[in-house]
């Protein structure tokens, strides 16, 4: 489900190769969703939500501190998605989880889906290559 597709990829490879390992957890999130043998995938969900977080973090700072160093005029705007995505996942409620776990697989890949390819496309693709 998770796929890192061509359309996808800026012009800077740096960020190309963060974007592909957010693709990555957000697959590992979909193949949780997936596997009816696991019963109780609440420790891996929170892992997964654990993962994507610190990730994220590290991607948003190497993208800023890069479009800082080309001056880039739209990084105020950049700063204000990257800091809704954060508090998006830090809001992720634990107990929601363990209450419906599928359930809540499938809001954090819906949510990670639809804002990470409208975030590259709309507002990453424009980020110019030094």
């Keep these: 489900m998770f796929e890192m ?7 800077i490879p740096k960020i190309n190769a963060e974007h592909e390992k957010l693709f990555e957890i957000g697959e590992r999130a979909y193949q949780l969703l997936i596997d009816k043998y696991d019963t109780d995938k609440y420790d891996k969900i929170v892992a997964v939500i654990d993962e994507l977080k610190a990730y994220t973090i ?13 001056n880039y005029k739209r990084l105020f ?6 800091a809704f995505f954060i508090k998006k996942i830090d809001d992720v409620n ?22 990470l390819i409208n975030h590259i496309v709309e507002k990453d693709l424009l980020i110019p290559a030094e």
């Design 5 to 11: 597709k061509e359309k996808y990829k800026t012009k």
């Design 58 to 70: 590290y991607h948003f700072n190497a993208e800023e501190e890069y479009m800082v160093s080309i």
């Design 94 to 115: 634990l107990n929601e989880i363990d209450n419906n776990q599928d359930e809540a697989i499938m809001k954090i890949l819906t949510f990670l889906n639809e804002w």
């Design 77 to 82: 705007t950049q700063k204000i998605d990257h």
